[in-house]
Structures are given as structure tokens and as C-alpha cells.
């Protein structure tokens, strides 16, 4: 079923509101197997209004039209919806009695009433948090419905009353099953062209990369008439894919690599701290981030001066005066004393420059993360960051918790 | 001039991208006087998109095209305009050279090479932070503005090249004079009360409240026919603005609350440390997301255990025992202990319960925040902050920028 959304209000193209009923209708719309096409945004005005639906109607089998059901002289989505249909609104005596209640002890304006029409052979859901009632008619073809534009109305009454209504007007059964892949350390464009073949030779599943920002996801989703096929449809797909570019895969659902890694700390039973230099905070907030996170992160320090990367976070001060606070030696002392510090099985340290300007005449940019772990050698990485000082700290950080990962998936060491 | 905006990408219409680019440039519009008459978003679809462009060149002199400039097969963008344009994209050597630039040193994947093709006779946006250049081109009587999805690549380059661009593209030569002010402290229901009269009937210069993750923004902007004149016209607005609630203006330029504590401890030449438990880190990102930070922020310590407060920011035993990790006496210990460990002037603390669950009997959202002062008693602010955990953190690193920046700026102690 082709669908699209109309949201209507002269406050959507100034800019004061933002337009989230697109996005919510269009995430409910898709696992019921309905595609939404086209989102449109018009102002209060009827002209502009009725060619809008008249184009929706010349395309769509189903229309949502939000907003414009208030009761002032600006709301006019049913009015001009009404005049394209050409139908004549009529009074709906259960919305009176509805408005009657919600106005009890307290004098009902006129233009209140405005609100109780609605269309002839139509259907009315009613609000049970506002005065304007949802509407659905239907003609040559095509399924209007209209909701009221306050969130707080709109979504309840999508919940209790559109879904439920949507779902008989399926005309066949439908499903999707949905799978997303989480990558890491992998370009957009080098994951689309080591994968090329197999997106393009795909129509059912489809394969879509999306760019995070930081990381890649891809969304492999099957349509089918029950959930079965359709996983079964997913599963050859998913192992090509993972075959070519598994390694940078950190996770075979939506999430982060800081959620990935708390779920491995709780599942070893591990504890980790960190200390950061040119990341300021950005990893430990990263990590607590994470709700359940203090189950195995212990804390962590920001040694942003030479003298705190000695006093507090205890490197050797020879460490600091031979190979400066960014070097691979004082990458490994953050995080083996942070270790013995904090008493973690796990730390993560990283020093680096992030700009603007270089720093003891290293390069914007060069950073070093290290990793120690209790029982093991540590281990320190170079790096050699683009970008803004935002984008070196945040490739910084998630580079550090990939490193992580990596170690947790591998169990490279015995607990 | 009629304009309307288009955003292109599958991802807006299933609902796993929510569209803010169309809020933003409207409001970005409106001040210039453009008038934005239509949002329409549309997929990864040459023929779609093809129909789009269409009907918007029928309708509107300027036309904004957001994302679809990517590498991949799926961005077709550009290449559907210029197939509606019926002209033949070239390669533009500066964009080549800006690509050879950020890949240097690593290969730059065949497909990016896509994203160096221009119009012919247009304008190229170069992208101080992607790949992909923004572009412009003018045929029949319309304006098209392509630019690149990400946000920190479009609101960037709209900032520093397209405002530029439209304000010479504007018929009558007008100027505009717009003031930021910053405020902390108050909603923005209740700023819009305070100041309802002024608003209301003000058509030049214009108020608009924007809210921001935490706090608001009022822009004030003017339109004359000159500089002097447009700026002469926000002054009296001004005046009567910081008259009512300029106890919450913490800027009066558009900048964070971390940029003004910044710009605060380098003209006192004060130095600062941090201490944070609920807040895992965030404060001192927030710190060390400002370039220079490094002059005056020594580091900090995330304490997100008992032990960790105990051991490493050495909050007494007994202190943390009677009174529990969340409580005023801890902030206090927290910050005091912490000034002296950093030998800083100035250290900030954080301790108290983001959530999801409740910690030690006390409630989420309860939050502590101590400021010590060298030579000042220290000061703890109590706090019961609503919202999710993200909303939580995020609150209490604010308030602890917002408490920072009040005694700051009241320099109410000697340097």
C-alpha cells in the first residue's frame, strides 16, 4: 500500500515547530508493510492546501493529513479536504456529547463546535485528550485520514485507534523482518563498494547503508507473507555480507560500541577505568552513557596537563621529560597505572593532539590509545585523525572502544 | 522570494531519520524575508525525485535540496537535478584537490571521486567538514541550492557561505542586524510569557525564541537599509529584554555555556578541575570541547564508585558513610579535596542518581553540585532534575557550567 504524510501548518514553514509526526507515522507505517512515499509540509492557507491533496490524491492509496483540526478560523484541513472530495460535513451528535463532558461547569466556544463535524460515511476516532476527533473517509480509491496536530493527541489516539484500523484495510498480509548491522573502522563508501555486487543484484531483501557519525549501519530487510520466510529470506544475505566485511562488524543489532562493550564487561565480569587526555571526558562519558554502566566501570581520570598526567594519573615524570605527555610511552604508563590505580581487569588511556594547534610539535591529529589488561601485556595503537578537534576527539573515543571490543569478542585472555 | 525545501533520503521516509534540516533552514529564511511555502521529503528515487523537482520548479524561484550528495550509488541528487536541468555535470579541480587533501595518505575510494562533479556555471560550497561540496545553479528563473545531508556539514556551510549567498541573491538590497541572546535557567514558555507584549507586537525587529537542548536562544533581528540603521532598530528591544530577564542571559552572543566559563577563566587567568560521579565525564567534555581549554582546565576525576571517591578523589571514609555518596557533605568533599589534589582555583563536583534506577534510597534526579573556590568557603547546590538518564546528565553538567559562569561573572571574590 502506498502511503504518504501531510502535515499542515503555517508554524511548520517558519520554523517554529518541528515536524516529528512525519517521522513517527512513517516508523509505524513501515513494519505494517506500508511504504510511505512522500512527506509534505504546507501552511495554513486553502489554496496551496487543496492542490497538496489533490497531487497526494493522484499517487497514494492512503493519506494522513496532521493537524488544522483546531477550532479557530486557521484550522481548515477537514474544510478544504471536504471541498476536494465535494462532501458537506456534517454534525456527529457522539463528538458533541464527547465535548459536552470534557467541558463540563464551563461555557463551550462556539467555534468549538466546528470540531464535532465530520465527513458522511466516514469514520470517527475519538481523542481522549483533546476536542478535535481523528477522521477517516475514504474515496475512489483513495484512504484519507485526518489527525489532530498536538503530539500529546496524535499519538494516543494512533495507538489505540489507527493502528487497529490500519491493519484491516491491509488488503494482503505483509510482513517485513528487519536486520541491521553495526560496523566500525569501515568507510560509507569502501563497505558499499566491497559489498557493490550484492546491493545491487538485491530487491527483496534490500540492503541500505546508512553513515553514522562515527560508523556504519546496514539495514537488511525482507518482505514476505509471514515472519518466517521472511527471516529465512534474510539469513543467506546476512552471511554473504559478514563473509566480505564481518571483521568490522561489532554488532549484529542497532547499537553503539559502548553498549557492546558494557554488555562484554557484564558478561566477563570485568571492570574497566580510563584515562584521557585529549578526549577530555568524552570516553568515560561515552561509558556511563550506558545505563547499567557502573555495574563494571569503576571511574576514570582527565590528565589534561602534564602535571596531572604525573600527580594524579602517576606516569613517571622521566616518561613525561623523555617522550612527551603524547607519545606511545606515556600512552602505556596512563593505563598500566591507571590499572593499578582504579584495581580494574581493564584500561583504556588516550593522549593525543586535537587541535587546533599541534602540541609539543606532534601533528593535530596523532593519537595514541592504549590498552592494559590485568595478567597481559599492554598494548598501545598510533593513530593519525582528520578533521575537526570535535571529529579527532570522538574518533579518538570510539576507536578506543573498539580496540576494546575487539579484545572482549576475541576473550584473548582468560578472566 | 518563494522558496521551498526538499529533503531527499529513504532513510526520512521509513522514520529512521528524523528531517530537521527543513526546520532549520526555514528559520534560517524567515529573518532574510524568504518566504518558505512547501517541505517535501522524498527517497533515494530518480523518478520520484525527478517529479519532485519538477512540480518545486514549477511553484517556487528557490529551491533547497538537502542530502543525496553522497559517494554511494544510492545519493543521485545532483545528477537528478542536472538530468532535469538537461545539463552535463564536469569535475571541478578545487574539489578534487580539497578531497586529495583530507584522504592524504589513505586511498580515497573510486565512488568519492563522484562527488567532484559540478554544474556547469554554477556555484561550488567548498565542506569544511565532508566530502561532498554544496552547489548552486540557476536556470529559468530558479534557484537551486544543493547541499549535503549531515548535519555538521550543512548547518556549517550554510553559516558560512549560503546566508552570504542568498543575501546577495535578494532583490532589494537589504541588510539585516540580528543579536543572540542566551539564556540558562528559564523555559521557554515562560520566556515567551514574560516577554509576550514585546513579541506580540513586534514585526521589525522580529523576536523568536528557539529552544536548545538546554536553554534558549531569543534572536532579534532587524532589516533596514543599511547597517546602522538595522542595528539602531534592535537596541531599544534589547534594553527592555535584558530588563526583564537578563538574570538568566548568560550570553549575548549565540555560545555555550562552556565557551563563556572559557573565555571567563582565561581573562582571570583562573584555573580549573572537575569531579563528576552521576555525570560520568560529561562536564568535563563539555570543558575540553572548547579549542584552548588547555590554558586554564587541568583535568579532572570521574568517581563512579564509593572506593574510586574513597581512594582516588579522596573524600574521607566517614563523610561518604553517614552521609552516602549522594548527599551535600560529598559534593562539598568532592570539590574541596579536588582543588587541592589539581591545586587549581576553581573545581566543580558532581554526585547524584541519573537513573535509570534509584541509588542508595534517593531518588532519580537528585543532584548535588559543590563549587569550591581557593580562599572561599565552597557552596553545594541541590537539584531534582526530571527526564530521562541522557536528560539527567546533561541537566546537571549545565547547571554546574550555569552555577560556574554566575560566580564568574560576578567576580565575587579576588583573583
Redesign the interface.
Known sequence: MRAEIITVGTE?????????H?????????PLGI?????????DNRQ?LLE?IQ?ASSRSELIFLCGGLGPTMDDLTKETLAEYLDVRLIQDPETVTHLEKLFVGRTIATNNFKQTYVFPDGVVFTNQNGTAPGLSVKSKGVTYICLPGPPNELVPMFETSIRPFLLQLLPEKQVIDSHTLSFFGI????L??RLNDI??NQTNPTI????K?AGVTL?ITAKAKDKTTAHAMVQPTLSAIMERVGEYCFSEKEESLEEVVISFLKQQQRTLS?VESC???????????V?G??EV?????????N??KN??AQVPLDVLQQHGAVSSWTAESLATQTLK???TDLSLSITGV???DPSEGKPVGLVYIGLAEKGQPSRVYQF?F??????I?LLAAKYALFILQQCLKKGETTT
Open positions: 511548520l514553514l517558519l520554523g517554529q515547530t518541528l515536524d516529528r512525519s517521522q513517527y507515522l512513517s516508523q509505524e507505517c513501515s511504504g510511505v512515499y512522500y512527506h509534505t509540509s504546507v501552511g496551496r497538496v497531487l568507510g560509507e563508501s569502501l558499499e563498494e546491493i545491487e541500505a547503508p546508512y553513515a557519525e539495514r580510563v578526549t577530555g571526558g568524552l570516553l568515560a562519558h561515552m561509558v556511563t552513557s545505563p554502566s557502573s566501570f569503576k571511574g576514570g581520570i582527565v590528565s589534561y596537563t602535571e596531572v600527580q594524579i590505580q582504579f584495581q586535537a587541535g587546533p593519525q582528520k578533521g575537526s578537534r570535535r571529529r576527539q
